[in-house]
Nanobody, 124 residues
Framework: QVQFVESGGGLVQPGGSLRLSCAASGRSFSSYAMAWFRQVPGKERQFVAA????????LDADSVKGRFTISRDNAKNTLYLQMNSLKPADTAVYYC?????????????????WGQGTQVTVSS
């Protein structure tokens, strides 16, 4: 069985930075394509970024491109999201997700496993 636990969320001022982590338990972390999604109350879960199992390929949402960087350290079984130049519109609960059989990385319901979410609030 695999589990994913997120950390690193919090309150930050506009223009600030945060790094989110998603620590995986269980074996075969490198077999999963991983992604970050975010969600605000009353809205659908929104794709943020995805990364292949090896870490060699990434895909970023247009809304975060150039500001956020997804990465992974398979030796540490950990996924990261470095968030720079944060805006109030980035405020959301951020979730990591794992997909054993990648198809379309931007579609939330195709992912097999999800973390519990971590709150990111960008406000002055």
């Amino acid at each position: 069985q695999v589990q994913f636990v997120e950390s690193g969320g919090g309150l930050v001022q506009p223009g600030g930075s945060l790094r989110l982590s998603c620590a995986a338990s269980g074996r075969s972390f490198s077999s999963y394509a991983m992604a970050w999604f975010r969600q605000v109350p009353g809205k659908e879960r929104q794709f943020v970024a995805a990364i292949s199992g090896s870490g060699t390929r990434t895909l970023d949402a247009d809304s975060v491109k150039g500001r956020f960087t997804i990465s992974r350290d398979n030796a540490k079984n950990t996924l990261y999201l470095q968030m720079n130049s944060l805006k109030p519109a980035d405020t959301a609960v951020y979730y990591c997700a794992a997909d054993l059989s990648p198809r379309d990385p931007v579609v939330a319901y195709l992912y097999d496993y999800w973390g519990q979410g971590t709150q990111v609030t960008v406000s002055s």
